[in-house]
Each structure stands twice: as structure tokens, then as C-alpha cells.
């Protein structure tokens, strides 16, 4: 097993440690580092990126040829970590003499660790690790002001304001898939650097909304209002990713149940959990959403994307199409296509010249 310490006041310093243990290549930028690894030690990356209001993110997606052990010092202060494993699975435990705690993927995981306590995580050996986990100076980021911290209730709430970090702090929420796809989009590309940091920090604090939209309902006793397993949601899950690649399919509740080996009643309560909609509802909003891009990007006109999307009646589709966006097909269209004008202003006779 390897094992490594790492100061959890610089993510870029926990990146370098990381990086002499298991070896590889660091690229750095302004906000962001990555380590870039494919030896006998381990294979893939591991993401740093820091922002503004305290906030810290790392970005696992690598396989660790041998156990691995992150020891975080918290002498100084300690922050608020917020995990989450889109892929695999890791261990965690706030003192030596603590048994190891399984942190399971799909699963919402909040911790908070006292100054007189050492936390670690382990990681398996020859594993897919795909882990979201985001940390938050609370001083920093309470004294911005983001948002009221007394919307949060409970041991959390001491856990945000308790800036001595006398106490520690441990939720596991229920399993989610909200969040992967929340994390999903961090790995969207994006041409503009300002574009992509912004859109980046964006989703961070999605992410941060999510967790805490998870303590929530798991103070109302709401987080586990369902009959379904993990295998469940993630069947549910990957089923759903199939329809968005392929919306045009005449989908049949019947044959999508066969398929999944789920009841419909589950496949309805999971569609509803993960997703606010029935199944039906959640194909309508896809076909929705791919026929307004369609307007966006292609010269096809208004039939043929109806037809593009699976749809067999126009009319059908004009009326569904208004009452989700509150406009209809031709007039959204033709406002796509109006010519752009632009303004640019005369210095010397400050006349606007329309071009």
C-alpha cells in the first residue's frame, strides 16, 4: 500500500504530493493543475482547480495499481468535503484508530473533521475511480455571503459556522444520480477559456446545491421514500442515457421494462425520483429539447424535425412545443433565423453605424 500526507490548504501542494508518490506529468494554469499518469503505479488524472469564495475541486478519474492511502492534515484549519464517486468506490475514517467506512458510488457524502483529527481515505487497487470531491473553507466562504446559511438545519449548520472545528462531521445521504450527471458536465470542452472556468465553477456549486439538497430531505426524512435498490437506479440510469442518445425510437413502456428487467411501477418511481417526470413525460422533454437545438443548428424545417425527433403529428408537436417554451415552432424558428444587426459607434461624430 502507498501512502501519502497531504495539506489540505493548497490543493495544487496535494497534487504535488500525490505526484511524487505515484509519479507523472503536472500541466498548470492560473486556476487549475493536472497530473497526467500512465505507469506502473497508476493510470489516468487527477484534476485540481481552485475558485473564488474558498472553494477547492478535485477531479479523480484513475486507476491506482496498489492500495493507495491519502493521509489530510487538518492541523491549521479544516475545511468541509463534500464526496461524491461517479465510479468505484473509497474508504474514510477521521482517526487512526477508526474503523474504515465504506463510501459507496452513487452516494452524497459530507464530512467535516475537528483540528485534533487526522482523516484519511483509501482507495482499492486496480479499480476505476471516478470521484467529484469538493471543498469548502467555511470562513471564505461564509464571508461572501453566497447564500443564508440558516436555510441549513441541524449538525450541518454547527458544522458550516463552527470555524474552530472542534466537532467532527459525517452525513451519508442517500444514493443519487442527480449528481453524476451534474459531474458529467464538468467534462463538457469548451473553446473559451473564460467560458469553461465560468460554466466549470457553475456546476460546482450545482454540485454543492445537490449534496445539500440531500440533507435536507434526509433531516425531513424524505431521502429514502423508495422501494428501489442502486442496481436498480443505475439500471434506470443507463436506460435513460440510451433514450437521450436515440429520441426518434418508438419507445414502449413494455419492451423498456423487458429490457431493464424492472417492473413498470419502478420504472415509472424511478424516472420520478431521478427525474420529476413520468417516462413518457421524460422522452417528450428530450424530443423537445433536441428538436429546439434542431432550430438552433440545422437548415431543416418544421416537419422534418418533427419527424427527426419521432414524432408523427405536427400539430401534436406545435402544441406541446408552446406550452413548454411559450412560443410556437415557426414563430421560435423564424426568430432564430432573423439576420444580426450590429452597432458600432463613431468616435469622432459619435454616429451609430447600423451594418
Known amino acids: 500500500m502507498k501512502t501519502v500526507t497531504i495539506d489540505n490548504n493548497n490543493a495544487f501542494k496535494s497534487l504535488r504530493s500525490i505526484h511524487q508518490m505515484i509519479g507523472g506529468e503536472i500541466k498548470k494554469s492560473k486556476t487549475q493543475q493536472i497530473l497526467t499518469v500512465n505507469n506502473q503505479n497508476a493510470k489516468g488524472q487527477i484534476k485540481a482547480s481552485i475558485y473564488d469564495r474558498g472553494l477547492t475541486l478535485l477531479e479523480y478519474n484513475i486507476i491506482f495499481r496498489d492500495e493507495v492511502e491519502i493521509i489530510i492534515d487538518t492541523d491549521e484549519t479544516s475545511p468541509l468535503f463534500m464526496f461524491y464517486f461517479a465510479q468505484g468506490h473509497g474508504f474514510h475514517r477521521l482517526n487512526r484508530d477508526e474503523e474504515l467506512r465504506k463510501i459507496e458510488q452513487y452516494r452524497s457524502v459530507i464530512i467535516s473533521s475537528s483540528n485534533d483529527s487526522t482523516m484519511c481515505l483509501k482507495f482499492p487497487a486496480d479499480e476505476k475511480l471516478e470521484l467529484n470531491e469538493v471543498q469548502i473553507d467555511r470562513q471564505a466562504f461564509l464571508s461572501k455571503k453566497v447564500f443564508n446559511i440558516n436555510t441549513i438545519e441541524g449538525d450541518l449548520y454547527e458544522a458550516f459556522t463552527n470555524d474552530e472545528a472542534t466537532k467532527d462531521f459525517v452525513f451519508y445521504g442517500a444514493f443519487d444520480l442527480k449528481l453524476c450527471d451534474a459531474i458529467a458536465e464538468l467534462k463538457e470542452d469548451c473553446d473559451n477559456e473564460m467560458v469553461a472556468l465560468l460554466k466549470k465553477e457553475g456546476i460546482v456549486y450545482q454540485i ?54 424492472l417492473p413498470q411501477a419502478k420504472l415509472q418511481e424511478g424516472f420520478k425520483l431521478l427525474y420529476g417526470r413520468t417516462v413518457t413525460e421524460y422522452i417528450r422533454h428530450l424530443r423537445l429539447e433536441v428538436a429546439r437545438d434542431l432550430m438552433n443548428d440545422s437548415d431543416l424545417n418544421i416537419s422534418e424535425i418533427v419527424y427527426t425527433i419521432g414524432f408523427s403529428s405536427r400539430s401534436y408537436f406545435s402544441k406541446i412545443f408552446k406550452e413548454k417554451y411559450n412560443i410556437s415552432p415557426n414563430e421560435y424558428k423564424s426568430k432564430v433565423f432573423q439576420p444580426v444587426t450590429r452597432i458600432s459607434r463613431n468616435k469622432s461624430t459619435n454616429l451609430e453605424v447600423v451594418a
Not at 230 to 249: C, G, N, P, T
Open 208 to 261: 454543492i446545491s445537490d449534496h445539500l439538497r440531500l440533507y435536507s430531505a434526509a433531516m425531513e426524512d424524505n431521502n429514502l421514500d423508495t422501494s428501489l435498490l442502486k442496481r436498480e437506479l443505475k439500471a434506470i440510469k443507463e436506460l435513460s442515457l440510451k433514450i437521450s442518445k436515440d429520441v426518434s425510437k418508438d419507445y414502449c413502456l413494455d419492451a423498456l421494462s423487458e429490457e431493464t428487467g
